[in-house]
């Protein structure tokens, strides 16, 4: 029983989550509403006993302070781990509660170093009022680790699922199968295929993997083109999809569709490699998929 609910909990852990921290403007305006809600929440609630005698500044600049401080850390944070984060379609929930709980630990930690500057206390560097600061910071960061972030991931899960309903039927009708030649800035590079042999296509680092279906199994081709340079050269092909911003799709090719939090997930036939229609194509793919 103990192993069946440790391998739930590891499952639920592991399940896809949006990274939400790679658009420069919305990880601004994201940090910029937190600053603001904890602002908010500590004015409105006190949910900490303080003794306004011990105040170097007034009890509102020391709120704003508190509420201000993880604009920065998490700014830098998140600006650190975009350098890292190759492919934020393996983020999941255990990575995003990780990840924002060491940024709670610092933010935290920074509170207790600024102690000086807004209290009057001779104990101010004691382990007491380090482990109240740290602890402190995630009283108010539970709500979003505990509550906010499970309820989002059900939230999309059943969104992304009852949108699969928008497509009428999952059966494609393959068209003519036609030749085309893939023209590399390195001659020698170029390659003729078969469309309907042609399964997906992949960013990896300064190349393009091309995936091909063929009587031996998938083989894999690999491009010194970009994927949007491959995407004008088989834009003539309408079952040619962009699903995200890293991968190329033939519709043809696919065999079932799942929903997740992230978006949706596409197997295509023959092939154990799982496909991410990211959140932002969803209404595009839903359109381009039913007329095909």
């Not at 499970?150 to 969104?159: A, D, G, S």
Request: net charge positive.
């Amino acid at each position: 029983m103990m192993k069946l609910k440790l391998t739930e909990i590891r499952r639920y852990f592991n399940e896809p989550y949006p990274y939400y921290y790679d658009n420069q403007q919305k990880l601004i305006l994201l940090l910029l509403s937190l600053s603001i809600s904890s602002f908010l929440f500590s004015f409105f609630f006190e949910p900490f006993e303080v003794n306004v005698a011990e105040h170097r500044i007034n009890s509102i600049y020391i709120l704003l302070i508190h509420a201000c401080i993880p604009f920065p850390i998490a700014y830098l944070y998140f600006s650190l781990i975009n350098k890292n984060v190759a492919n934020n379609v393996m983020w999941t929930l255990g990575k995003e509660i990780l990840n924002l709980s060491i940024i709670l630990l610092i933010i935290g930690i920074v509170g207790f170093l600024i102690r000086d500057l807004i209290y009057i206390n001779p104990n101010n560097w004691s382990f007491r009022y380090f482990w109240e600061e740290i602890r402190n910071t995630f009283l108010v960061g539970s709500l979003l680790l505990i509550i906010i972030l499970p309820l989002n991931l059900e939230r999309l899960i059943n969104k992304h699922r009852s949108r699969l309903k928008e497509i009428p039927s999952l059966s494609i009708s393959k068209k003519k199968n036609l030749s085309i030649t893939i023209k590399s800035p390195i001659s020698n590079e170029n390659f003729d295929f078969e469309i309907n042999d042609f399964l997906f296509a992949k960013v990896e680092s300064n190349y393009t993997e091309v995936f091909m279906s063929s009587s031996t199994g998938i083989n894999k081709i690999i491009i010194r083109i970009t994927l949007k340079e491959l995407e004008e050269q088989l834009k003539s092909f309408a079952q040619i999809f962009k699903v995200h911003r890293s991968y190329l799709v033939n519709l043809h090719s696919i065999e079932s569709i799942s929903g997740n939090a992230q978006g949706y997930q596409l197997s295509l036939t023959n092939c154990a490699i799982t496909i991410p229609v990211s959140r932002s194509n969803i209404t595009s793919f839903n359109s381009t998929y039913s007329s095909m």
